[in-house]
């Protein structure tokens, strides 16, 4: 990942890639020789060098990478998830509220612009009933330290939080964990809100396809959100024509239903995030997903880890 945001900082206008940094220095090396800019084994080398940073380690070396470079001053990007424990993202919160810096979480489908027109759409207090969230794939060799929640489904309840500002008051999951997995690799939960919405979420990293796909049942129709296309379409049924004097000799008439397809200009997720990045340290606005939006996500995930833990415990 640390290699995507490369290759968009150095598209960034106004923006410099100022180092690399990686234990493996040969890999460094050659990622920043194609940027022009030097490389490190450490962070330590960074103070004082750059504006900003993103943090594209293990998770479990998030708060450990993040924490330093804050309290010396440095606005962080990190990856999603912000930490693997509850814990950790309170000190790396804690790091970003006493230095002053921007910190900001990379669920970077926030800035998918389907997901931002569908946002746009539930403004004004449309009515969400219930939500379906599938992200599926083959095993990703990339990711190897967390389960399928922190892993894939982190995505889907960051966007479900956002979505329903709600809090969540029920949860139940059950997962399948292959031979040789750290943690479970196919998931699926059941989230409850307090006025009666739920929301069905599925994670896997064992499905010999790929999906990526958001539905929902609102009061302005069936929307669905293909996030590859950068789609969304919105189904909506006909109504029944209940004046007689317009019945045929069949009787009341019903409309077909109708597909309307909301036009979206498509961009790359990542490219808006990291602008995004840029423009909250340069302003000092808080960026979209702060560090407390991030935990709130953490402290869900981590309930739908327990819920599973249990059943299978109780087996």
């Not at 890639?17 to 450490?42: I, K």
């Not at 007689?244 to 019903?254: E, R, T």
Request: hydrophobic letters at 45%.
């Amino acid at each position: 990942m640390g290699q995507n945001h490369l290759r968009v900082y150095d598209m960034l206008k106004g923006v410099t890639v100022a180092a690399v940094v990686d234990p493996d220095l040969a890999r460094a090396e050659q990622m920043a020789a194609r940027y022009g800019c030097p490389a490190y084994r450490s962070s330590e080398r960074l103070i004082g060098q750059v504006d900003a940073a993103s943090v594209c380690v293990p998770s479990a070396l998030h708060a450990e990478v993040g924490c330093f470079l804050m309290n010396h001053g440095v606005p962080c990007l990190i990856e999603k998830p912000l930490a693997t424990t509850e814990a950790e993202c309170q000190a790396l919160i804690g790091a970003a509220d006493r230095a002053g810096v921007t910190l900001m979480v990379g669920h970077v489908e926030r800035f998918n612009p389907a997901v931002q027109k569908l946002t746009e759409l539930l403004d004004g207090g449309r009515r969400v009933h219930a939500i379906d969230a599938r992200r599926m794939s083959w095993a990703s060799r990339r990711i190897s330290d967390v389960d399928v929640v922190l892993d894939l489904m982190i995505h889907d309840l960051d966007i479900v939080l956002s979505l329903m500002g709600k809090p969540v008051t029920a949860v139940a999951a059950s997962g399948v964990h292959t031979s040789g997995s750290h943690g479970q690799d196919y998931v699926t939960a059941l989230l409850s809100f307090d006025d009666g919405v739920m929301a069905s979420l599925t994670a896997s990293r064992i499905t010999q396809t790929k999906v990526r796909a958001l539905d929902l049942t609102t009061d302005i129709g069936y929307i669905t959100v293909n996030y590859f296309n950068q789609e969304i379409l919105i189904f909506r049924q006909g109504v029944e024509d209940r004046d007689p004097g317009h019945w045929s000799n069949v009787g009341p008439a019903i409309l077909e239903s109708i597909m309307e397809r909301v036009e979206i200009r498509n961009a790359e997720p990542l490219v808006r995030e990291l602008q995004h990045f840029v423009d909250a340290v340069r302003t000092g606005t808080p960026p979209l997903v702060t560090g407390r939006h991030a935990l709130e996500t953490l402290r869900i995930a981590k309930l739908i880890q327990a819920d599973i833990a249990h059943r299978s415990s109780s087996v």
